[in-house]
């Protein structure tokens, strides 16, 4: 069965960095892209990004450009998100997805990981 | 960028009766690629409907979406007890929505 596991929780302060992986299993992972999501304490979901795991393509939502980068290891078919410069208002719970799609963002998520705690305070 | 409203914010009903949700987006979206989400407290959002009409993989026929172009809409058509929780639209691959959540009256 589709599995998507993502590292554990994190406290970081601000300024620095993060890096959260997520080990996906039971299907062919280059056939597929990653995108990751984020939902701040009592609030909705904010798309982060894409990756392909086909090529390692990627697109950002534009307010992160600069501070986030996804990564893929095929070799053992996971994906990483780090995000640099860390504010209090990144704090929020870390989701990876399996978007439908290798070629494009432009797709929906069918499995999505547990989600990961970051939280930023110094 | 396409900017997703959702309705209502709170949706407060009875098991067995019938839930309608709106989502309306501020640009036609494309191809009808928009999905819908179910997300219960601590717990990781699971797909419902992709394509706008299309029930993913194990879910429910009570769930059903309809629209296209700047409109559309999730009924569920009897509640269960499970299907308390909060429900998300998405525009492919990025905007989501801020959310309708439906609870016990």
């Known amino acids: 069965q589709v599995q998507l596991v993502q590292s554990g929780a994190e406290v970081k302060k601000p300024g620095a960095s993060v890096k959260v992986s997520c080990k996906a299993s039971?299907?062919?992972?280059?056939?597929?892209?990653i995108s990751w999501v984020r939902q701040a304490p009592g609030q909705g979901l904010e798309w982060m990004g894409w990756?392909?795991?086909?090529?390692?393509?990627?697109n950002y939502a534009q307010k992160l450009q600069g501070r986030v980068t996804m990564t893929t290891d095929t070799s053992t078919s996971t994906a990483y998100m780090e995000l640099r410069s860390l504010r209090s208002d990144d704090t929020a719970v870390y989701y990876c997805?399996?978007?439908?799609?290798?070629?494009?963002?432009?797709?929906?998520?069918?499995?999505w990981g547990q989600g990961t705690l970051v939280t930023v305070s110094s | 960028e396409i900017v997703l409203t959702q309705s209502p914010g709170t949706l407060s009903l009875s098991p067995g009766e019938r839930a309608t949700l709106s989502c309306r987006a501020s640009?036609?979206?494309?191809?009808?690629?928009l999905a819908w989400y179910q997300q219960k407290p601590g717990q990781a959002p699971r797909l419902l409907i992709y394509?706008?009409?299309s029930r993913a993989t194990g879910i429910p026929d009570r769930f059903s979406g309809s629209g296209s172009g700047t409109d559309f809409t999730l009924t569920i058509s009897r509640l269960e007890p499970e299907d308390f929780a909060v429900y998300y639209c998405?525009?492919?691959?990025?905007?989501f929505g801020p959310g309708t959540k439906v609870d016990i009256k």
């Open positions: 997805a399996r978007s439908s799609n290798y070629r494009t963002w432009v797709s929906w998520f069918d499995y």
């Open positions: 039971g299907y062919t992972f280059t056939s597929y892209g």
């Open positions: 990756i392909s795991a086909y090529n390692g393509n990627t």
């Open positions: 640009q036609s979206v494309s191809s009808s690629y």
């Open positions: 394509g706008a009409s």
């Open positions: 998405q525009q492919y691959g990025s905007t």
